[in-house]
Every structure is written in structure tokens, then in C-alpha cells.
């Protein structure tokens, strides 16, 4: 299986990609010009811009690799932290503990009622 990681990239999404990733690592298209989202796809394939580009493109994957994905984000995190600063015990709590029952409540009972007034004609 062929990696998309060194395949040439064609992004759309935040517009401040360049600031993580070497310029010539992809190319910003924008979906909403659908006449020139063509045109940048024609000129990067007829550019070849995945052979002559290679170099960038692998640098951009290690970056995703090595420093983007969470792990190494974590590490990095906690390398930075100060070893020495005061320590004191956490409790986290659960996810239930975030589960806020008032509004399934309220919705089930609008519905409630809704078939309520189906049901009886009222």
C-alpha cells in the first residue's frame, strides 16, 4: 500500500498551514473556485510536483511524525516542564461527571408530549 503521506498534497482547511509546513510540501486549493481547484490540479500533475517536491514532502511527514502527532507533543510538553515545581495530587473526574441529565430530560418530554397530542388529538 502506497503511503498518502508521500503522495503531493493538496489542502484545504486552516489557512496558516504554511507555518508548519514548508511551502513547496503542498499546494492550498480552494473548493469554493472549483475552475481554479482544476487548473491547481492540472499544473500539479502536469508540474509532477510529487517527484521534483520529494525532499519537502518527507520532511512534512517526519514533522507529522516526529514533533505533530500527540505523543511526541506530550513528550515535548512535559520535557519543558519545570522537574522542581511544586507537586500537589489531582483527582480527575469521569466522563459521567460531565453528563449534564436535565436536557435529555427536557427533550424526551417535549416528545412526550408531542406524541401525547398525536395520539389524543389535542
Known sequence: ????????PLY?????????????ALEQI??????GAIRLIDDVINQDL???NAAM???SKMKVLDEYNMFPFVVSYL????????KEIVTM???????DIQKPLIVVGR???QLKYKLLGK
Open 1 to 8: 500500500m502506497y503511503s498518502c503521506l508521500t503522495l503531493f
Open 12 to 24: 484545504y482547511g486552516c489557512t496558516n498551514i504554511c507555518d508548519y509546513f514548508p511551502k513547496g
Open 30 to 35: 480552494d473548493i469554493h473556485d472549483v475552475e
Open 50 to 52: 510529487a517527484v521534483k
Open 57 to 59: 514532502i518527507q520532511e
Open 79 to 86: 520535557n519543558k516542564m519545570n522537574p522542581n515545581a511544586k
Open 93 to 99: 473526574k469521569d466522563d459521567l461527571s460531565f453528563f
Open 111 to 113: 416528545k412526550a408530549s
